[in-house]
């Protein structure tokens, strides 16, 4: 898929995510592969900037095995940006879908 | 390519950022792959599916150094967040540097256009052959006097201009990084 595509969607996944449950990188990273090819590094500096920006917090929490995993967890900012960004995507795949269509049947 | 490799060549191609970010990145990376080889995963497939290394420090970096350039605003800041983001490929050389460069030599002109002006009465003074003002039927003090004035206004238009051009440059920098981020 197109590289620039591909961020905007990564980051549209991982409002979806947060905005039911918190979750660790290693979540996000798995459930978004799932659904979408993605490079899973890339997924790290995508949630320091959107942290940094004030639309997570993160905390720590003990796991049964292994270290620690940092969790991230949506701010206010953060379910205000989503709503936006959820009514975007809307708008964009539905009118691109309507243009794909709308060229086929001209065929 | 296991995951003491890959941790190895992260931390080298993020040299450069200070110790704490580092970590903290470093940290992410970590945890990401303890947890994958908790799910059975072997190293070389998690460090495979985490991509290229090489693109991914480059983009961390960008972002580092453009929150740096936000909070400690100054000429080596922004310099240095450009050189970053301009790292990241060819397009951002071209649209993010050379918008950069013709801008600053702009600015640079028209500096020496207002110092020039402003000098105007001390030219006269010590080349007075050396300067002919065509004053036509205004006195000629006239004319070099308001040299000196418009100088004046222009050096202190092209100072609020430079503060502006400042954050504009910010801000163009911010955006070509959202356009670029997580390469």
Redesign the interface.
């Known amino acids: 898929m197109n590289?620039?595509i591909k961020?905007g969607v990564?980051e549209v996944c991982v409002f979806a995510i947060l905005s039911k449950k918190d979750c660790?990188?290693?979540e996000l990273?798995e459930t978004i592969?799932k659904h979408v090819k993605i490079?899973?590094?890339?997924i790290?500096?995508?949630?320091?900037?959107l942290t940094?920006e004030g639309y997570f917090t993160t905390y720590l929490r003990e796991s049964s095995?292994?270290?620690p995993?940092?969790y991230y967890k949506m701010s206010k900012q953060g379910i205000e940006y989503k709503k936006s960004l959820s009514k975007d995507w809307n708008d964009l795949t539905k009118g691109v879908n309507e243009l794909i269509e709308e060229c086929e049947k001209d065929e | 390519m296991n995951k003491k490799e890959f941790m190895e060549k992260l931390d080298k191609a993020l040299a450069g950022i200070p110790k704490d970010e580092k970590k903290e990145v470093m940290r992410d990376y970590e945890e990401h792959f303890s947890i994958g080889l908790e799910k059975g995963r072997t190293e070389e497939e998690i460090a495979k599916s985490l991509g290229d290394r090489a693109s991914l420090a480059k983009s961390i970096k960008a972002e580092y150094t453009i929150t740096r350039a936000k909070r400690e605003p100054g000429i080596k800041n922004i310099f240095r967040a450009t050189i970053a983001v301009a790292g990241l490929g060819l397009f951002n050389l071209i649209f993010v540097l050379i918008p950069l460069i013709i801008a600053v030599e702009l600015l640079f002109a028209a500096y020496i256009v207002a110092v020039v002006f402003i000098a105007v009465p001390f030219l006269i003074l010590v080349y007075p052959t050396s300067v002919t003002i065509l004053s036509g039927d205004t006195p000629t003090w006239m004319v070099v006097a308001g040299f000196h004035i418009i100088g004046g206004i222009l050096l202190v238009v092209l100072l609020y201009i430079t503060k502006g051009f400042y954050r504009l440059i910010l801000a163009h920098l911010q955006m070509n990084v959202k356009i670029i981020r997580g390469e």
Request: hydrophobic share 20%.
């Open positions: 590289i620039q961020k990564i660790y990188g290693y990273a592969s490079s899973e590094g890339t790290y500096p995508l949630l320091r900037r940094k095995e292994g270290p995993r940092k």
